[in-house]
């Protein structure tokens, strides 16, 4: 009996050690923090790497025992827990410039909170947004960027917190960095756009939302658009004014940085859509086309946060014609003399960052399988793929310029048509060398430049070099579209006067 006895008073006493009571103490804990950290809306990351009282409040933050809480002290723990969360994912991960730098920020990693494991935001929605029915939330719920409305130097406590949200809500929707008018032209921030049933729903009702706080009201005649949302990190060390003490913002902070490894958990997929088509003749005189349409499709999982699992598979149609045909016609029926169609190849692929602080260099390494017979062609097909195997090796790194510019490089090594020859060996190897020149004039844009070279190093010296130009537009920080055409030519092009090109769409999708 005794035995038992102190079995439940330990097992009791582990339990407590695991969950701590939320008290008016953690209210003033987070208070003092936000007030000796929160300079003007900015943090001092760098610093904060070495804050044990960050550190303490993520710890109470995950233990907190919160089903003795009455309602409003439930929403200010909520509203504290969002907060930290979000300064201590930026903390550890910085040097960052924008939330967004790290995959899945928001929508894939998870943290702990009242012995809850949720995304940041599962965190904002199923336990403030969809509970309170608040709109007010919005104004007082840190992003870790300029976009938000400020972090301010001071936590959010029980018996403050409808006085704090009315005051938040209202220096917002007054500030005309926020809430910017024209005229009779109002550009609102995206957050009325990506919750506008949290402000009424529509156009009439968000109106009456804002009005309910602004020292000059709006007219119903107005006519509403949203301004880009900044995603610059709100950091005190990289923050830089001009004459007139508005604070710089940055485009480049929040492209999607392709360079990087995927976090933890999360996936991506990318569909790369590629026709090269070119016209080749004699005399002078173009007669011919040939035109190739290879789809790529690349899937990866973050094993960890610098490893990721995945697999690419490639599907191609080719045609076949006259000098004067669409190249087009590659997409529509298949002749049987001079088109073909499959899925040629299919593998393995992974992506690893080698060094830590190195988070815009990865190394990407895949391993295709030839699929089909008579890749290669023969009296009665074209050319369709290589019938060996392929493998392909990726040097990928990336680093911003400046506010709104960024440099991509990627170096290859790429032995094709492994295997097949009677002897075994590699019929094929090149070293492509790639750089992009990105320019982004908004947070969601982005114009660039490409240039490539590629020798093949074989006992016929072979080699070809591209430029173009490209966009790619961000709709969400998980949807991107990209379009690029380039110009092509290699040796035999360049001596025989053919000319050739491409036409590229890719998609990439983040969940």
């Not at 003399?337 to 060094?355: D, H, K, L």
């Not at 379009?483 to 999708?509: C, H, I, K, M, P």
């Amino acid at each position: 009996m005794k035995q038992i006895f102190v079995l439940i008073i330990t097992l009791l006493t582990v339990g407590s050690a695991h969950s701590q009571q939320i008290t008016s103490t953690f209210f003033d804990q987070v208070d003092q923090f936000m007030r000796s950290e929160v300079d003007n809306g900015l943090l001092d990351y760098a610093s904060l790497k070495s804050n044990n009282q960050l550190t303490e409040l993520i710890e109470k933050v995950k233990g907190a025992d919160v089903s003795s809480l009455d309602e409003q002290s439930t929403k200010a723990f909520y509203i504290n827990a969002y907060n930290l969360h979000v300064i201590n994912a930026v903390t550890s991960a910085y040097p960052i410039d924008s939330p967004l730098s790290v995959s899945g920020f928001f929508d894939r990693k998870k943290v702990v909170v009242a012995n809850e494991k949720m995304t940041l935001n599962n965190l904002e929605k199923k336990k403030l947004l969809n509970v309170y029915n608040d709109g007010r939330l919005h104004f007082v719920l840190v992003c870790g960027a300029h976009g938000c409305p400020p972090i301010t130097s001071f936590a959010y406590k029980p018996e403050l917190l409808d006085e704090q949200l009315e005051s938040q809500s209202r220096l917002a929707l007054n500030d005309p960095g926020f809430l910017k008018v024209e005229g009779n032209k109002v550009q609102l921030s995206e957050i009325f756009d990506w919750y506008p049933s949290d402000f009424g729903g529509n156009k009439g009702n968000i109106i009456n939302f804002i009005n309910k706080y602004r020292d000059t009201p709006l007219t119903n005649s107005s006519k509403i658009s949203y301004y880009d949302y900044d995603w610059t990190l709100n950091d005190a060390a990289k923050a830089s004014t001009g004459a007139n003490g508005v604070i710089k913002k940055s485009n480049n902070d929040s492209r999607y940085i392709v360079s990087s490894t995927i976090p933890k958990g999360s996936s991506e997929s990318k569909v790369f859509n590629n026709l090269y088509t070119q016209r080749t003749g004699s005399e002078g005189q173009l007669t011919d086309r040939s035109t190739f349409f290879t789809t790529t499709y690349n899937y990866l999982y973050g094993v960890t946060d610098r490893f990721n699992l995945g697999v690419s598979a490639r599907y191609r149609r080719v045609r076949n014609d006259s000098a004067g045909s669409s190249p087009l016609a590659v997409l529509g029926s298949s002749d049987a003399n001079s088109q073909r169609t499959g899925i040629t190849a299919i593998g393995p692929q992974i992506r690893f960052a080698p060094v830590k602080e190195w988070s815009n260099f990865s190394i990407q390494s895949q391993f295709l399988f030839a699929i089909g017979n008579d890749l290669t062609g023969n009296a009665e097909q074209p050319f369709i793929d290589w019938d060996g195997a392929t493998f392909w090796t990726q040097l990928f790194n990336d680093f911003p310029i400046g506010n709104n510019f960024s440099l991509f490089t990627e170096l290859d090594f790429l032995f094709e048509d492994i295997g097949r020859s009677s002897d075994g060996h590699i019929n094929r190897f090149s070293t492509p060398v790639t750089t992009i020149l990105s320019y982004n004039p908004t947070s969601k844009s982005t114009i660039y430049a490409l240039g490539s070279y590629s020798p093949y190093w074989q006992s016929d010296f072979d080699y070809f070099y591209q430029y173009g130009i490209g966009v790619k537009y961000q709709f969400t920080p998980s949807i991107e579209l990209e379009l690029l055409v380039t110009d092509f030519t290699n040796e035999f092009l360049a001596n025989s006067g053919g000319q050739a090109s491409t036409w590229n769409v890719g998609y990439r999708f983040n969940f």
